[in-house]
């Protein structure tokens, strides 16, 4: 545990940041300091985002430890100076939410270097064969730590690409196409879920023509980094250059491109979940409610509610447990305009 000086110079170095703290417990000595954790969140582009904030911080304090937030702000430069700043000060664990998926080899040798285990949350990340090669070297060095990461904790963004794809080979399962012409709409380049749902969804959908012997091609990609501004933006342009008729779906990485590109949809007199099959992923509440009004037809789910397993895993590492898995996957399910919509649990972000 590391000394309560360590605390109050921290306080001190955070004084224009945003930090929680919890009430001490009755059950907790006053005299052992709680143990510190540093949480690097990248943004807060989404009411998405924001759950997932609010669910590690909540459940991590429910546990009784100190939690440092930093907030990067879609800045992968920032996002490592805050990680920087929880290693100077000391901090007893490191919960990273990336911004993208490489990048941070440096940044994560110097924590092993400084003995804080790092808990990767939401997005995964890669590092180099060199890295781990170090990272393998320090292990073996007396005071560093044994690990470069201790685990990631998050959706399976492959799977949720499956999900996106086996609802639009089903769909059109008994129609009479021969070619299904898909407009994906991404995310931010070099970020795990883009990567991944894309694979994801080109997996399934490969399947399909030998199953059903119907081609669904993504015939273009355009990116609007996650954000509803930019998706309606990328929207707009591909409606101004091509020809939006021949798109039979839309398939979004995100609910909140999905929103702004349902905009420029209706702007330019197409109707969405008629005239082009919706696919979103996330499943916000607003997403819902346009499912539910038949403007969306299928939203498969991203849940941000990690804060339970981040809890238990770092606690299960605090307790010495040593089969702490490399991947951690979290619960998550599929909606469709085919369903039952009582049967959708309510919604709080």
Avoid at 50 to 55: G, L, N, V
Avoid at 75 to 94: A, G, K, P, T
Avoid at 145 to 168: C, D, Q
Avoid at 236 to 246: E, F, L, N, R, V
């Amino acid at each position: 545990m590391k000394k309560l000086v360590v605390l109050l110079f921290f306080f001190l170095f955070l004084n224009g940041c945003s930090t929680t703290t919890t009430t001490a417990d009755s059950e907790t000595d006053a005299s052992t300091p709680r143990i510190v954790i540093g949480f690097s969140q990248l943004g807060t582009e989404s009411n998405w985002r924001k759950q997932h904030t609010e669910s590690v911080q909540t459940e991590l304090e429910k546990e009784g430890y100190e939690v440092l937030y930093r907030n990067a702000y879609l800045s992968l430069e920032q996002q490592i100076q805050d990680i920087r700043s929880f290693i100077s000060y000391n901090v007893d664990i490191i919960v990273l939410s990336p911004l993208q998926e490489s990048g941070w080899d440096d940044i994560l040798l110097e924590a092993q270097k400084a003995d804080i285990p790092v808990f990767v949350v939401d997005r995964s990340i890669e590092v180099s064969q060199e890295t781990l090669k170090k990272s393998a070297e320090l292990a073996l060095e007396e005071g560093a730590g044994k690990e470069l990461m201790v685990t990631h904790i998050g959706p399976s963004f492959k799977a949720e690409g499956n999900r996106a794809g086996l609802y639009v080979s089903n769909y059109f399962r008994n129609q009479e196409y021969n070619e299904i012409k898909v407009l994906e709409l991404t995310g931010n380049v070099n970020a795990s879920p883009t990567i991944l749902r894309s694979e994801g969804f080109s997996e399934t959908i490969q399947r399909n023509y030998q199953d059903n012997q119907q081609t669904i091609q993504v015939v273009d990609s355009i990116s609007g980094d996650f954000i509803r501004r930019k998706g309606k933006e990328a929207m707009a342009d591909y409606i101004a250059q091509k020809d939006i008729s021949q798109i039979d779906v839309l398939f979004s990485q995100s609910d909140e491109m999905t929103l702004g590109a349902m905009e420029a949809l209706g702007a330019a007199g197409v109707t969405p979940g008629k005239d082009i099959i919706i696919v979103s992923i996330d499943a916000q509440k607003n997403m819902i409610d346009k499912l539910k009004a038949g403007e969306v037809n299928c939203v498969v789910e991203c849940n941000p509610n990690q804060g339970i397993y981040v809890r238990n895993a770092i606690k299960r590492f605090l307790e010495g447990k040593t089969d702490l898995p490399k991947e951690i996957y979290v619960h998550e399910t599929v909606f469709s305009d085919d369903m039952d919509f009582s049967q959708i649990p309510p919604r709080n972000y």
